[in-house]
Nanobody, 116 residues
Framework: QVQLVESGGGLVQPGGSLRLSCAAS????????LYWYRQAPGKQRELVAAITSGGSTNYADSVKGRFTISRDNAKNTVYLQMNSLKPGDTAVYYC??????????WGQGTQVTVSS
């Protein structure tokens, strides 16, 4: 059974930092490209960051220079380090492991709220 479990969300003041973690089980982790998405109330889910099996990364323009995605294949975990957080970053953050259309797995989401 495949499981992706996010953690690390919470309430943070503008300008603060959070690190999200997503621990995976039931998949051959190191071969999967991994993604972080977010969904704010009333908005569509959007891609925030991506990391390939080889470690190459990509980011949405809105988070470039502030967020960093990384992976630890020994721990079957993907991370999202979020710095200089803004109220506009408030959303539910989801991790996604997607190899193809048949092997496409999601976590349950973790809430990030940026507010003073």
């Amino acid at each position: 059974q495949v499981q992706l479990v996010e953690s690390g969300g919470g309430l943070v003041q503008p300008g603060g930092s959070l690190r999200l973690s997503c621990a995976a089980s039931g998949i051959i982790f190191h071969i999967f490209p991994l993604y972080w998405y977010r969904q704010a109330p009333g908005k569509q889910r959007e891609l925030v960051a991506a990391i390939t099996s080889g470690g190459s990364t990509n980011y949405a323009d809105s988070v470039k220079g502030r967020f960093t995605i990384s992976r630890d294949n020994a721990k079957n975990t993907v991370y999202l380090q979020m710095n200089s957080l803004k109220p506009g970053d408030t959303a539910v953050y989801y991790c996604n492991a997607r190899l193809n259309s048949a092997k496409n797995y999601w976590g349950q989401g973790t809430q990030v709220t940026v507010s003073s």
